[in-house]
């Protein structure tokens, strides 16, 4: 044991077998989340207090093995050799105890202080399935105690065989082992040669180690070249590929698929000795599944729940005014945005005595404040789109989601896991990419994870919109479906097919087969899912909040200075003699291919930060906002009245169908809107332009931190921001010179 007054506890199951409620139930509220060293795999751990004694349980990542597929699979193990826990708790799912003894027994062949929990045997009674508890313990040599994660029923006992394995305090070998048939012979050979290796063995069970290498494990190849403590590691390693070598000529066969085999053959022997099958009517799932799971169907049951989903998350965050509270504000994104633009910025100013019109004023309201501000506005909807998809992982119905759409995303390197966060950061518009990244850790093949973060950023999250209908409204106001459709099409295609080149080239591996249980139909605990979304929630405040902090300060720092030296110089002029303005200037040279001009280049770079700041910054570059001459102003909004009333009259007329200006842009966007469309410079074929380089460039910010975080690697970040705006570039300048060939 570590201390005599402390016991380390490790949580080890397959996925959806409920272990994250059993976690729950044991640790309470006393619980921390943080990251794996080196990986993006999520590590929980949490404690409870029993006889004076703190118990220290680690909820290990869902894992089908413990070989070294995944990060999941390799943390998992390399957490239960390297740390040693006095206990470890396998959650096994009652309903499916053949699949589920896969993992027990890789577990038992460890050698390592094991506790069966036997999980959701309400489920299983009410299929009409027995299981003869003591029988089951007879074939495994563990304990086995019965529990229903839902009703919080059957922990007080698992506590007490948890403190009475401790007791116990020993890793002493048992002579529990699986026949492997025709490999036995060389298995006995390979364990003889390791258990004369005296500080291998002090660790590490000699069967286990002599499995791993007929399996061709790189682990387990690992682990004795660098605890042999001896020079004659390559030797042993030799012998051993040589046996499977010889093994392999002989049989036809290789050992893996044996020891697979074989391992299933025992699990299936130990059901029918433990478990017995009542008749049972057809349960209501398996009607559900011919629905949910069918080719067609499916994809139709999909497509509605997402909508439904993501409609809901929305509109509880922004969408409905619902909150009853004062402010001025009626939504939760609307109480955030109330607090950081108009109760903090007076607080302030009475506490620091700013200057109006001074830098530290700018610096705290424009930079600190606003770039704060600019990130908890996102939580209300992290909060609610993880609170739903929560609901929908814990019910059992994301793993259908996932078989259902799997075959059509493997054409393009991805797999159905991938749909939901593309679906997320924006694939049926308006959603966000920050939380569709964030919500890949659901995802267990890293190289699958790693090209769905990469190929999000092209869809069309919520920041783009306001783009989208400025332009549209501009230039396409009699084609506004044809042109959303179209790009909706297009982000969708751009991302399949960027996700198919970025595996043959940056992302080059293997595409790893997906291994999915379809897990009960069940009713989510409220607490698991309400803790989910705080967690969640949480992690962005926390790790992606400074991050983005520090950027936005940058790009204030960027289109603040340098100051001019006459105080009366009007926003539109300093703003092109800033550090961004003169960015601007200077890639005008090549932007001018894709027909922007310096002032676009600064609308874009804006960009950088949140793409709904473009339209703030054309605003301000064309002079819409702060115009100091009244005549033009009054000049401006007569134009605009004209043309709102001359769409007003076609849609009258059946020409157009809805009036955008009024319904998508304020006053502010109308203006710009008529602005842009009689700007000299400005067409259609630019306007397309830059909807496609908007659409394609650059992620925000914010999904750029989250990136880098997700992946645990800076270089992940840059590629998604040099691929993803050279390929908008390249597009941009395609369209812009093709149609001026042809126009």
């Known amino acids: 044991m570590h201390e005599h007054h402390e016991i380390l506890v490790a949580l080890v199951g397959q996925p959806n077998s409920g272990k994250s409620t059993v976690f729950n139930h044991l640790t309470g509220l006393n619980q921390t989340t943080a990251n794996y060293p080196g990986v993006t795999v999520a590590k929980k751990s949490g404690h409870y207090h029993d006889d004076k004694r703190r118990i220290e349980v680690v909820d290990l990542p869902g894992t089908y093995s413990l070989t070294s597929y995944s990060q999941e699979e390799r943390v998992t193990r390399d957490f239960l050799l390297l740390e040693r826990p006095e206990v470890v708790v396998v959650i096994v799912d009652a309903v499916s105890l053949r699949r589920h003894l896969y993992l027990v027994f890789q577990l038992l062949e460890l050698q390592i202080p ?83 290796k005296e500080h291998l063995v002090e660790d ?152 109006e019109g001074s830098d530290l004023k700018s610096l705290i309201d424009d930079g600190i404040v606003a770039g704060v501000g600019g990130v908890v506005v996102f939580v209300p909807v992290i909060f609610f789109i993880f609170l739903f998809l929560s609901f929908l992982e814990q019910s059992g119905y994301i793993a259908r989601v996932v078989v259902v759409l799997d075959r059509w995303m493997r054409y393009f390197g991805l797999h159905g896991q991938s749909v939901l966060p593309l679906i997320l950061g924006g694939g049926i518009v308006g959603g966000c990419a920050v939380p569709a990244v964030m919500a890949t850790r659901t995802m267990r093949e890293p190289r699958e994870r790693l090209l769905t973060i990469l190929v999000i950023p092209f869809m069309n999250c919520g920041a783009k919109i306001p783009v989208y209908a400025l332009l549209i409204s501009a230039f396409f106001f009699s084609y506004k479906s044809v042109v959303m459709t179209a790009i909706v099409f297009l982000s969708w295609s751009l991302a399949l097919l960027s996700a198919w080149v970025l595996g043959k080239t940056f992302v080059r591996g293997t595409p790893t087969p997906m291994i999915i249980e379809l897990p009960t139909y069940q009713v989510p605990q409220i607490s698991d899912v309400l803790g989910t979304a705080c967690r969640q929630s949480w992690w962005f405040v926390k790790k992606a909040g400074t991050i983005i902090l520090m950027v936005n300060v940058f790009l204030w720092v960027m289109m603040y200075y340098p100051r001019p030296a006459d105080p009366n110089t009007d926003a539109k002029t300093q703003l092109a003699n800033s550090y961004a303005g003169q960015l601007g200037h200077a890639m005008s040279p090549v932007s001018q291919y894709a027909g922007f001009g310096w002032r676009d280049n600064v609308a874009l770079i804006g960009g950088f930060a949140a793409k709904e700041v473009i339209v703030s910054s054309l605003s301000t570059i064309y002079g ?37 200006d009024t319904e998508e842009l304020d006053e502010s966007g109308q203006r710009l809107a008529v602005k842009l469309r009689t700007e000299e ?63």
């Open 624 to 660: 819409i906002e702060g115009a100091d001459e009244e005549n033009a102003e009054e000049a401006e909004e007569a134009k605009t009245e004209e043309v709102v009333e001359g769409q007003a009259a076609k849609a009258e007329e059946g020409q157009i169908a809805e009036d955008v």
């Open 204 to 355: 590490f069970s000699p069967r286990w180690l002599a499995v791993k290498l007929l399996e061709n494990d790189r682990e387990g190849r690992r682990i004795i070249q660098h605890h042999t403590h001896d020079d004659d590691w390559e030797t042993l390693l030799e012998q051993a590929a040589e046996k499977l070598r010889r093994y392999e000529t002989e049989t036809g066969d290789s050992p893996r698929k044996t020891i697979a085999h074989r391992r299933n053959e025992k699990a299936a022997a130990i059901e029918r000795i433990v478990v017995q099958r009542g008749k049972t009517p057809v349960r209501n799932s398996d009607r559900i599944d011919r629905v949910a799971c069918h080719p067609i169907g499916g994809l139709l049951c999909v497509a509605a729940v997402m909508l439904l989903t993501f409609e809901l998350a929305f509109n509880i965050a922004d969408g409905w005014d619902w909150v009853p509270w004062f402010g001025g504000w009626t939504s939760p994104v609307g109480a955030c945005e109330w607090v950081f633009s108009d109760a903090l910025p007076p607080i302030f100013d009475s506490w620091l005595r700013l200057e």
């Open 681 to 743: 410079g400005w067409s259609p074929l630019k306007a397309f332009a830059m909807l496609l380089f908007v659409m394609v460039y650059a992620p925000c910010f914010p999904t750029c931190a989250v990136i880098w975080k997700e992946t645990g690697a800076v270089k992940y970040m840059l590629l998604s921001v040099v691929y993803s705006t050279t390929l908008a570039f390249v597009l941009a300048v395609a369209v812009f010179q093709i149609g001026c060939l042809l126009g």
């Open 114 to 196: 094991l506790v069966v929990c036997l999980n959701m045997m309400d489920i299983a009674e009410r299929r009409g399935i027995q299981l003869n508890l003591a029988a089951l313990e007879k074939e495994l040599g563990v304990p086995v105690v019965p529990t229903v994660g839902r009703k919080g029923e059957g922990f007080e006992q698992l506590r007490q065989q948890i403190n009475k394995v401790a007791a116990e305090n020993t890793h002493a070998p048992t002579d529990w082992k699986i026949d492997y048939g025709p490999l036995e012979g060389i298995l006995v050979e390979i364990e003889a040669s390791l258990a004369k």
